[in-house]
């Protein structure tokens, strides 16, 4: 695969805990990335190093031509500048704060070159539905709001990747379904690389282009998103939320 | 099929709800009525004998308002120098690893455990006349720190401190650093980090550590009296006038326990919302 102009390139290792995780991937925009793996295979410390929430140890993290992460080249961009947004599992909203105000705060965090704009902040609330409960604080939001909330969010803070951290993971399947609504349009709608680190097969499917399979932090599998969960389907005892069983 | 019969027969809201949650062992009963009794029994002893009708001469004495009144603003400005200083000393804490965070630690639940006494020998020997730094303030100042009352505020902060800043630590670790690593994806500086997300997310704990540091303070005994004294009016605490009326006007130091027990019971109750429902649910 040729990578286009904004792709984000990750070529590294990273020490986390007992895993070692070694891995090589690009993501181009339009062309969103499913990380699948069982529980504990690395996922989610690939998000942390891509979002520079952690540092790599060896190798090569670059979106476009910007290199974020490069430790031979003593390079490090840190998580507030590298205009990455993640969703996380467990939304992490500002609970004493409204709705608004927490796509404010994100907003906000753009203002070396912007000014809060209202309308910016209006159409989200409209996209996400959101609107009715804009003046309410976030902590008394049900799951399906929350998580909605949280990718309007990541989206006000005009990010040029975004990556998903298990978004549907905490939900309910009438919440889930909400979001996924709302995450089909972001992802379709959104101009950089995005990564979806999930367990669920079909939500891979339905996102993402390209997949890989993570397990013990190596890549098993990589490639097409249905041959890669035609593999995982025909590897034997896996189960459907792309555990191994057992 | 009997035994299904008579349950249900019984049945009704309050024994189903019960049969739902399921039941303690008897001795577990037991033993923890004997504990709660340990707890109580107590404070209903200082009760059985106070003088209710004589109650607010006693708290009106000039010797009991002078207490009041020192121990009112020594607490205070212990507690707000202790949320001054312990905040950011819990925000360190918390990011902190190896050796030298583990040291602080220690450091800091040190007076927690030491006895209140020898912390007032510790503070004597540093900031007394002959002291580490007390010797240089006397020569450069003429000022000696001990059997003052900045010596009471002093000795308040060095047993009071350590509850604020672990209240304090304990809330960053374990509600603060998720929400500041979602902060700082959506590329928020790190003061702005500090000042809207990491310090309101912990707003409740800071509270809480607040009150018990201010009710440690207002209690402290020991350290005081060793290294600020006991003179009437000017370093003599409530929990110290308590203490020496005990022999000579029992009454009397009833009376400053039953206000002191008022004062605690107002302060907790005021703030119980902190601790439970707001504290989980906020974040």
């Known amino acids: 695969m040729i990578p286009s102009e904004n792709s984000l390139s990750a070529t590294f290792q990273m020490q986390r805990g007992s895993l070692f995780l070694g891995v090589n991937f690009t993501v181009a925009p339009g062309k969103p990335l499913a990380v699948l793996g069982p529980n504990g295979s690395g996922k989610s410390s690939l998000l942390h190093a891509l979002s520079g929430l952690v540092a790599i140890r060896a190798g090569r993290i670059a979106l476009a031509s910007t290199t974020l992460d490069a430790p031979s080249e003593r390079c490090f961009v840190p998580p507030a500048q590298r205009r990455t947004s993640m969703v996380f599992q467990d939304y992490r909203l500002f609970g004493w704060l409204t709705v608004r105000a927490n796509l404010e705060f994100a907003v906000r965090t753009q203002t070396r070159t912007t000014t809060v704009d209202a309308t910016d902040i209006a159409e989200l609330l409209t996209r996400f539905e959101l609107d009715q409960i804009a003046e309410q604080r976030a902590s008394v939001l049900s799951g399906g709001q929350s998580q909605r909330l949280a990718i309007a969010r990541a989206l006000a803070a005009r990010p040029e990747m975004l990556l998903l951290d298990e978004p549907f993971s905490a939900l309910d399947r009438v919440a889930g379904s909400s979001v996924r609504a709302a995450l089909g349009e972001t992802i379709s709608d959104f101009q950089g690389p995005v990564v979806l680190v999930t367990h669920d097969l079909a939500d891979a499917q339905r996102f993402c282009d390209q997949a890989i399979l993570l397990d013990r932090g190596r890549i098993q599998m990589a490639g097409p998103v249905d041959e890669v969960v035609k593999g995982i389907e025909s590897a034997g005892p896996l189960e459907r939320d792309g555990t191994p069983a057992g | ?283």
């Not at chain 2, 009106?60 to 950011?88: E, F, H, K, N, Q």
């Not at chain 2, 455990?113 to 002291?131: D, E, I, M, N, Q």
């Not at chain 2, 401190?161 to 650093?177: H, Q, S």
């Not at chain 2, 990491?198 to 020991?222: K, S």
């Open chain 2, 1 to 283: 099929m009997a035994g299904e019969h008579l349950m249900s027969a019984q049945r009704n809201e309050r024994t189903a709800a019960k049969l739902a949650t399921g039941a303690r062992p008897v001795f577990v009963k037991i033993l923890a009525a004997i504990g709660l009794l340990f707890l109580v029994a107590p404070i209903l002893g200082i009760l059985s004998r106070v003088h209710w009708l004589s109650l607010w001469s006693q708290l009106a004495d000039p010797a009991v308002r002078d207490a009041l009144i020192l121990s009112a603003w020594t607490s205070a400005a212990t507690t707000i120098i202790a949320v001054v200083v312990g905040v950011p000393l819990a925000l360190l804490l918390a990011r902190g690893h190896g050796w030298t965070a583990g040291f602080a630690r220690a450091f800091v639940v040190l007076p927690l455990v030491l006895p209140p006494v020898v912390s007032g020998v510790a503070l004597l020997a540093l900031l007394g006349r002959t002291g580490l730094i007390g010797s240089r303030i006397d020569t450069w100042f003429g000022f000696t720190i001990p059997f003052t009352q900045v010596a009471v505020v002093v000795a308040q902060l060095f047993v009071a401190l350590p509850f604020l800043v672990i209240t304090v630590e304990g809330a960053l670790r374990t509600k603060g650093r998720h929400l500041e690593q979602a902060a700082r994806t959506l590329g928020a500086s790190e003061s702005r980090i500090m000042w809207s997300v990491t310090i309101p997310a912990v707003r409740t704990a800071i509270i809480a550590g607040a009150a018990l540091c201010w009710a440690r303070a207002l209690g402290e005994f020991g350290a005081t009296v060793t290294f600020a004294g006991s003179f009437p009016g000017v370093t003599q605490t409530l929990p110290i006038e308590v203490y020496y009326s005990l022999v000579t006007q029992p009454d009397r130091a009833i009376a400053i326990s039953v206000l002191m027990i008022a004062i605690c019971v107002v302060v907790l109750v005021s703030l119980r919302r902190s601790w439970s429902g707001r504290f989980l649910r906020d974040t």
